[in-house]
Structure formats: C-alpha cells, structure tokens
C-alpha cells in the first residue's frame, strides 16, 4: 500500500495510463457476473499495453521488437506483456499464447459469436489476472522506483558542487 500511496503522488502521462487501467480493473472485481468481469479486465489490459507509440518503430529493452503500425491489437499486447513480464523466451511464449486465447474469448463475448451466459472464462479470467496482476506490480514499481531516482538526481544537482565531494564528509583520517 505504501508504493501505490507513493505511486498517485506522482502526476504524469503514464501515471494516468496506469489509473485508467487500474479503474477497470477495479469494475472487473467488483462486477458478479463473470463474463462482464472478464472483459472489464481485458479493457485494463488494452488500457495498461494497448496504446500505439508516438514513433514508429520506438524499441526500448522492455518493449518488443514488433513495428506497432503494422501488427493487431491481440499481437501488439501480447508482445508488449510478454517482453515486459518475461526474461526469456519460454515465459513469453506462455504469456503470448495466455494473453491471445484471453483476447479470443474476450472477441466471442463481445462481438456476440458467444451469449454471457454460454461461455465459461473462468480459466481465461484467472490467467489473465494474474498476468495483469503481475503487470501492474512491475510498472508502479517501476514507475515509483524511476520518480524516486528523479527526485534524488534532483536534490543532488541542487547541492553546491563544492559539497558533493566525498571528503566533505569524511575527517582528514577517514573517521566521520
């Protein structure tokens, strides 16, 4: 709790990004039905990996490798999850795959291949959770731990540079 208390005292583009997503996930839990649930918790995850770069063909080492211009919607989740949660290539084939059967049910529900009351999600719903679970762990870390590293690059740079020195605060013997 005191990482998020931390986390929505930052105020940017990302933090907002993580708020929505965190709203509909909120709505997934609280919501009894499970087919409603289930959808309201692939709207968190559209919101939290779903949003197409400003630049084309951006790479950065927790990002995939996937030109989001030319691939859909299921594929540019599933490798942005998958590269953002997983170390290796095993992890993020299971996250791929988790990710588009979830997205699949997630199309028969909502384009009504499938009534509400037909379809089981509980399987998809649950790894789908725990993936966005995971997700959001990460990124508020991250986004906390990267604030926290700003902040402190901020005071440093504010302190007179002839008292950066470590022998200022060391005694000419080495003691304190």
């Given at each position: ?12 583009e990302k933090k907002i990004t993580i708020t ?5 996930y909120g709505l997934s839990i609280l919501e ?116 926290k590293e700003a902040s402190i690059k901020q ?22």
């Amino acid at each position: 709790m005191k990482r998020i208390a931390e986390f929505l005292k930052v105020k940017d583009e990302k933090k907002i990004t993580i708020t929505n997503s965190l709203d509909w996930y909120g709505l997934s839990i609280l919501e009894p039905k499970e087919a409603l649930s289930f959808i309201y918790l692939n709207i968190a995850t559209e919101a939290l990996f779903g949003k197409k770069s400003k630049q084309k063909n951006k790479k950065n080492k927790n990002e995939s490798q996937v030109d989001d211009f030319n691939v859909s919607t299921t594929q540019l989740i599933a490798e942005r999850l998958a590269y953002f949660l997983a170390s290796n290539e095993e992890d993020r084939n299971w996250i791929r795959d988790a990710f588009k059967m979830a997205y699949r049910v997630r199309c028969s529900l909502v384009h009504g291949v499938k009534k509400l009351h037909d379809i089981s999600t509980h399987k998809e719903h649950s790894t789908l959770e725990y993936i966005v679970k995971r997700a959001f762990r990460k990124e508020i870390q991250n986004h906390v731990e990267s604030y926290k590293e700003a902040s402190i690059k901020q005071i440093f740079a504010s302190i007179p540079a002839t008292t950066r020195s470590p022998e200022v605060f060391f005694a000419h013997d080495g003691t304190f």
